[in-house]
Each structure stands twice: as structure tokens, then as C-alpha cells.
């Protein structure tokens, strides 16, 4: 079965750093990975997305420059590293295994809160 | 405002069939694989079609995709109260090489 959990989520000052984490069981270096975030009372938002070997990364506009998604395929686990944090940046996060461009499987999120 | 856009609500009674639309461009929905979502609050959200118009396994056949051009549609039949979530459509950008969620349509069984 596969499992996805995403830990790192708390609280942090406008302008600072976070770094979310997402164990992964199962098949995982094959697969593409992407987080998305829910920002409160808004949709789905999708961040980021890493291929198998590190290849190919992408970025949204919104954040790109500020964060830094990477993999260790070694250790089955999927990072999200977040600088310049701003208050828009409060959301809950998942990580999302990808197959054939949908996202299949999905963690329970963690929160991140951007506040002074 | 996102790119792909969707209405803000859609309802239904039981048992009646709604459809959700996604309205995107010749960058995404004209050219790319259509997804759809479905959220339920303080869940993971669930993949409900992938390539337009397929269902992952264990997805009632209730659910059906299509897509025509730039607009993609969910449709649901036999409304259930269960289904009460909020659907994301979703899809690939060439432009942007970025993903798109659509914002999102809260469903809600009457």
C-alpha cells in the first residue's frame, strides 16, 4: 500500500524558512512528485513537481525563486524547502505521487502558518 | 483568478445528475490531459478521472469526464449525499510548464 506523510508544517515569521518533509512507502523512484497547498478558504493550488532522477523540476510563479523542492530516492523522501516565507504562504501542504500526469496518491497535509 | 475557471457551486437533490464545467485555453485543456478531484473537508483529495474521461479503480462509474476544445465537464449521476465536496479540475499548462487547478466548485446535496 502505498503511504504518503508529510511532517515539518508549524509556525514561522514573515520572511523566514521552513523545511517540509514527505516519507514515502511504497514504489518511489520511479515516480514523480509534486506538492500542492490549500491556502485557508481557497482552492488547491499546485506548487511543485520533481521527476524520477531529479531531472526535470518546476515551479509555480508564486513561488519559484523562494522554494526548492529535492529527493532522496535512497530514503524514499520528498522535501520542500521554503525561504522569504510570506503571510499568502499559510497553508496546508500535501505531496502527491504522479502517474501519467494525475496525482494518484496523496498525504494527509501539513500546516504551515506565516505569521508575525 | 485562475486560469481555468469553474463555476463556485453546483447543487443537486439525491438522486438528480449534475455537471461541473472547466472553462481553460488552447495552452491546457485544448492540448493536455484533463483531471479531475474531489476534496472532501479535512481529507486528502481523491482522484476521480484521469486522461479526460477515465476512471481510476475503485471510482463509481456515477463519475464521468469529458472534454470538447478548450472546456472539460464532470459529470455526476444519481447524486448522493456523500458526494457533497468540493471538485478541482486540473491540468498541464505548455505556457506556463506548470500545473493548473481550476478554483474549484463546492457541491452541495440538497
Known amino acids: 500500500e502505498v503511504q504518503l506523510l508529510e511532517s515539518g508544517g508549524g509556525l514561522v515569521q514573515p520572511g523566514g524558512s521552513l523545511r517540509l518533509s514527505c516519507a514515502v512507502s511504497g514504489l518511489f523512484s520511479a515516480y514523480s512528485f509534486n506538492w500542492v497547498r490549500q491556502a485557508p478558504g481557497k482552492g488547491l493550488e499546485w506548487i511543485s513537481s520533481?521527476?524520477?532522477?531529479?531531472?526535470?523540476?518546476y515551479y509555480a510563479d508564486s513561488v519559484r525563486g523562494r522554494f526548492t523542492i529535492s529527493r532522496d530516492n535512497a530514503k524514499k523522501s520528498l522535501s520542500l524547502h521554503m525561504d522569504s516565507l510570506r503571510l499568502e504562504d499559510t497553508a496546508i501542504y500535501y505531496c502527491?505521487?504522479?502517474?501519467?500526469?494525475?496525482?494518484?496518491?496523496w498525504g494527509q497535509g501539513t500546516l504551515v502558518t506565516v505569521s508575525a | 483568478q485562475s486560469v481555468l475557471t469553474q463555476a463556485p457551486s453546483a447543487s443537486g437533490t439525491p438522486g438528480q445528475n449534475v455537471t461541473i464545467s472547466c472553462s481553460g485555453g488552447?495552452?491546457?485543456?485544448?492540448?493536455?490531459?484533463v483531471f479531475w478531484y474531489q476534496h472532501l473537508p479535512g481529507k486528502a483529495p481523491k482522484l476521480l478521472i484521469r486522461?479526460?474521461?477515465q476512471r481510476p479503480s475503485g471510482v463509481p462509474d456515477r463519475f464521468s469526464g469529458s472534454k470538447s476544445g478548450t472546456s472539460a465537464s464532470l459529470a455526476i449521476s444519481g447524486l448522493r449525499s456523500e458526494d457533497e465536496a468540493d471538485y478541482y479540475c486540473?491540468?498541464?499548462?505548455?505556457?506556463?510548464?506548470?500545473?493548473?487547478f481550476g478554483g474549484g466548485t463546492k457541491l452541495t446535496v440538497l
Open positions: 502527491t505521487r504522479e502517474l501519467h500526469e494525475g496525482f494518484e496518491y
Open positions: 486540473a491540468v498541464w499548462d505548455n505556457t506556463l510548464a506548470g500545473r493548473l
Open positions: 520533481i521527476n524520477g532522477n531529479s531531472e526535470y523540476i
Open positions: 488552447s495552452s491546457n485543456i485544448g492540448s493536455r490531459s
Open positions: 486522461d479526460n474521461n
